[in-house]
Each structure stands twice: as structure tokens, then as C-alpha cells.
């Protein structure tokens, strides 16, 4: 790979790394070439873009990125691949899926949404996650319970409440 190449590779993982904002950095070394593309197949299948890459030219591509990678880059050590996507634990279900039939990939890290997961031990952790959108409609249904509330014992109150509201104002 020439200097021009390698540019263009970490331009395309920077860029990348921006645009999904989710990535996985994993071991896939001494698979075989049948196995990697069987990884391959499966990934577009979930809509995971995969990539092989260098260590430095990914560290390179994470310092263009911006943001702190630090901790990520005492893992970039071996053979390492990384999985693109926008859903953040696609990734996970399928390292976890592939494990059951192979001992590879073998996760190293995380980067999700700015939080960063070291190890392979992270794999159920990350599985659990929620997205953003389903964080904020559960903080959004949460809000608008007690309101919900209120107004349904106001509304099956009826004649009760009125007459309550009218004795306090005729006391008032």
C-alpha cells in the first residue's frame, strides 16, 4: 500500500467514523479467508460496513476524527477489523451470533455515541443498549405520566371534584 493509499484509507475511516458515529474494533486474525467473507456477507446483511485496517492507519483516522480515542488505542495492538453501523448494538449481536460458532471476532473496543467499551467481557453490555430515541421516549413517557395521571382522576372524579372545588371557593 502506497503513501496515496494509505491517505485515502484513513480519510475513508475518518469520514466514516463521523457519519455512523457507532464503531466496533475487533480481532478476526487467523480466520481464514472463506471466514472473513462469510463475516463480510453477514455484516452487509445487518447493515454493518466492514473494514480491514492497519492499527495505525485507524489510530491516525480517530486523531482526524476528533474526539478522545485515547483509551481505544492500547487495544490497537494484532490483527484488527472494524465494524461501521448506525444502530449500536447491531455490532454486538452479531460478534455474539458469530461466537457461537467460532471463537473470532473477538471484540477490543467500543466506541459508542462518545462512551468507549474495552474488552470482549462488554459484548452483553453492549447488547443491552438503548438508542438515543428510545432513551428520550422513555424520559418523555415518564414526564407526561404524572400529568396523565392528574387529569384521569380529575376527569372520573366528576361531579366530586366540581363540588369540591365549588365548596372551597364558596368558604374562600
Do not use: H, W
Amino acid at each position: 500500500m502506497n503513501k496515496e493509499e494509505k491517505y485515502d484509507l484513513v480519510l475513508a475511516l475518518t469520514e466514516q467514523m463521523k457519519e455512523y458515529g457507532n464503531f466496533y474494533i475487533t480481532d478476526t486474525s487467523n480466520l481464514t479467508v472463506a471466514k472473513i467473507n462469510d463475516i463480510r456477507r453477514q455484516c452487509f446483511q445487518s447493515e454493518i460496513t466492514m473494514k480491514v485496517a492497519k492499527n495505525s492507519l485507524i489510530k491516525k483516522a480517530m486523531e482526524a476524527a476528533g474526539g478522545d480515542y485515547t483509551p481505544i488505542f492500547d487495544v490497537l495492538k494484532g490483527s484488527s477489523s472494524i465494524l461501521f453501523s448506525k444502530s449500536a448494538t447491531a455490532p454486538a449481536k452479531l460478534i455474539k451470533q458469530l461466537r457461537k460458532k467460532s471463537d473470532k471476532p473477538i471484540l477490543k473496543a467500543a466506541y459508542i455515541d462518545s462512551a468507549i467499551f474495552i474488552g470482549d467481557n462488554q459484548i452483553d453490555t453492549l447488547i443491552k443498549l438503548k438508542s438515543k430515541e428510545q432513551l428520550i421516549g422513555e424520559v418523555i413517557g415518564l414526564l407526561q405520566s404524572p400529568a396523565k395521571n392528574v387529569i384521569s382522576a380529575l376527569q372520573s372524579g366528576g361531579n366530586t371534584i366540581a363540588g369540591l372545588v365549588k365548596t372551597l371557593q364558596e368558604r374562600g
